[in-house]
């Protein structure tokens, strides 16, 4: 236990605080096994989109002294029902808003020192669990090793969204090829012979966009592939959003988040064949998505060949994990050399009788449907091959 006591508090954030806020949380994140969705660069941008006037966000503070050591920010969505009743549904770093959440949140946790993991996990939840107005907590998408360090009082939980994850481990490997070796013989194949194929035809480039204008041009470009490509579907293109889209222009453009928003593209000469775009915090690099012009060649995998080729710089940076993040798809499967994870989102609702009620008409709901739903994803696709 912590020789000097924990010290919790809640407060609505407005733009008082944030100045405030942004000291304490960079501060903290350096002391804390965080994320690249709970590293400043990410929630600075998801609050600058926020109207922090009408009080539709929640911050939990943990404080240790002098010393903030956990932080959750929540923010909150009112829903009306029927018979004038209504519910109060608190969403940890995300809006609850479908169109502002499309930049969907993974890894989400609260912030924690390091040291205390369990205890500010609990101060947390405790303070919570003391505003009366909550009927429920949404939380997601986050690993159940995570949700199993929540205790909330009073509460119910469920589960309402579950997803395999999938990462490459580059722990110990010096070259590309120390990584190919660590896959299937099929998928090291289908690569090796792309990469031939297109470099028969004409020497391909990686390239990296480094300045404000090409990171700009490389997101408008994944916007045109990506409208092609998706508009039409049942899922749709994220990028028709305009909350998603000046979200991740802003994101890319901020000086401060610059180092974390890596935008690759690969060329044959001057020609793009695809765009990849990352989000990185310490030694782990988060493939968030991608654009990839269609091939002719069916040999050709080009999806594959620019993730093995940025795989390669990661390696070289010393990165240690490639994160391909949640959704079920067979490139992720190909390119990764660990066992999946497992990403949920779940909801802890009020032990109480209408939120009892409510929870056992879902139910009925889902044995009429089935699922049918149940592999829905509010996500964008990222159109890799």
Same mark, same amino acid.
Request: proline fraction near 2%.
């Given at each position: 236990?912590?020789?000097?006591?924990?010290?919790?508090?809640?407060?609505?954030?407005?733009?008082?605080?944030?100045?405030?806020?942004?000291?304490?949380?960079? &501060?903290?994140?350096?002391?804390?096994?965080?994320?690249?969705? +709970?590293?400043?660069?990410?929630?600075?941008?998801?609050?600058?989109?926020?109207?922090?006037?009408?009080?539709?966000?929640?911050?939990?503070?943990?404080? $240790?002294?002098?010393?903030?050591?956990?932080? &959750?920010?929540?923010?909150?969505?009112?829903?009306?029902?029927?018979?004038?009743?209504? =519910?109060?549904?608190?969403?940890?770093?995300?809006?609850?808003?479908?169109?502002?959440?499309?930049?969907? !949140?993974?890894?989400?946790?609260?912030?924690?020192?390091?040291?205390?993991?369990? $205890?500010?996990?609990?101060?947390?939840?405790?303070?919570? %669990?003391?505003?009366?107005?909550?009927?429920?907590?949404?939380?997601?998408?986050?690993?159940?090793?995570?949700?199993?360090?929540?205790?909330?009082?009073?509460?119910?939980?469920?589960?309402?969204?579950?997803?395999?994850?999938?990462?490459?481990?580059?722990?110990?490997?010096?070259?590309?090829?120390?990584?190919?070796?660590?896959?299937?013989?099929?998928?090291?194949?289908?690569?090796? #012979?792309?990469?031939?194929?297109?470099?028969?035809?004409?020497?391909?480039?990686?390239?990296?966009?480094? @300045?404000? @204008?090409?990171?700009?041009?490389?997101?408008?470009?994944?916007? @045109?592939?990506? #409208?092609?490509?998706?508009?039409?579907?049942?899922?749709?293109?994220?990028? @028709?959003?305009?909350?998603?889209?000046? =979200?991740?222009?802003?994101?890319?453009?901020?000086?401060?988040?610059?180092?974390?928003?890596?935008?690759?593209?690969?060329? $044959?000469?001057?020609? %793009?064949?695809?765009?990849?775009?990352?989000?990185?915090?310490?030694?782990?690099?988060?493939?968030?998505?991608?654009?990839?012009? =269609?091939?002719?060649?069916?040999?050709?995998? +080009?999806?594959?060949?620019?993730?093995?080729? !940025? !795989?390669?710089?990661?390696?070289?940076?010393?990165?240690?994990?490639?994160?391909?993040? &949640?959704?079920?798809?067979?490139?992720?499967?190909?390119?990764?050399?660990?066992?999946?994870?497992?990403?949920?989102?779940?909801?802890?609702?009020?032990?109480?009788?209408?939120?009892?009620? #409510?929870?056992?008409?879902?139910?009925?709901?889902?044995?009429?449907?089935?699922?049918?739903?149940?592999?829905? #994803? !509010?996500?964008?696709?990222?159109?890799?091959?």
């Amino acid at each position: 236990m912590p020789s000097v006591p924990f010290q919790t508090r809640s407060y609505h954030l407005n733009e008082s605080h944030v100045e405030q806020l942004t000291h304490k949380w960079v &501060a903290l994140q350096g002391e804390a096994n965080s994320s690249a969705f +709970v590293a400043w660069f990410w929630v600075k941008q998801w609050l600058a989109h926020k109207n922090l006037t009408t009080n539709n966000c929640l911050c939990i503070e943990v404080m $240790q002294g002098q010393d903030t050591v956990g932080l &959750a920010l929540f923010g909150i969505k009112t829903k009306r029902v029927f018979w004038g009743l209504s =519910f109060n549904h608190y969403f940890l770093h995300k809006s609850g808003n479908i169109r502002e959440d499309q930049t969907w !949140i993974e890894h989400n946790t609260f912030l924690l020192h390091k040291d205390y993991e369990q $205890q500010l996990a609990d101060e947390i939840c405790q303070e919570l %669990a003391k505003i009366e107005q909550i009927d429920d907590i949404k939380i997601g998408l986050s690993a159940p090793s995570f949700i199993n360090t929540l205790n909330f009082t009073g509460f119910n939980l469920r589960t309402e969204l579950s997803s395999p994850g999938y990462l490459a481990d580059l722990t110990g490997f010096i070259t590309l090829n120390d990584y190919l070796a660590s896959l299937s013989k099929n998928t090291r194949s289908h690569i090796k #012979r792309s990469i031939k194929l297109l470099n028969e035809q004409s020497p391909l480039r990686l390239a990296l966009a480094t @300045d404000a @204008d090409e990171k700009d041009n490389v997101l408008k470009s994944i916007a @045109d592939l990506h #409208r092609t490509k998706w508009r039409s579907t049942v899922y749709g293109s994220g990028f @028709d959003n305009p909350c998603f889209y000046k =979200f991740h222009q802003e994101l890319i453009q901020d000086e401060h988040s610059a180092q974390n928003c890596r935008l690759y593209t690969l060329y $044959q000469d001057d020609i %793009a064949l695809g765009h990849v775009y990352l989000l990185t915090q310490g030694d782990r690099w988060n493939f968030y998505l991608s654009a990839i012009h =269609f091939n002719a060649d069916n040999r050709i995998k +080009v999806g594959l060949v620019i993730h093995s080729l !940025i !795989i390669e710089q990661a390696i070289k940076q010393g990165i240690t994990v490639y994160d391909f993040l &949640a959704g079920e798809a067979q490139y992720k499967k190909s390119l990764s050399n660990a066992q999946p994870y497992e990403q949920h989102i779940y909801c802890f609702y009020r032990n109480k009788p209408l939120l009892i009620f #409510r929870e056992q008409l879902r139910k009925w709901k889902r044995m009429m449907f089935g699922g049918l739903f149940s592999s829905l #994803r !509010i996500k964008l696709n990222d159109g890799s091959q």
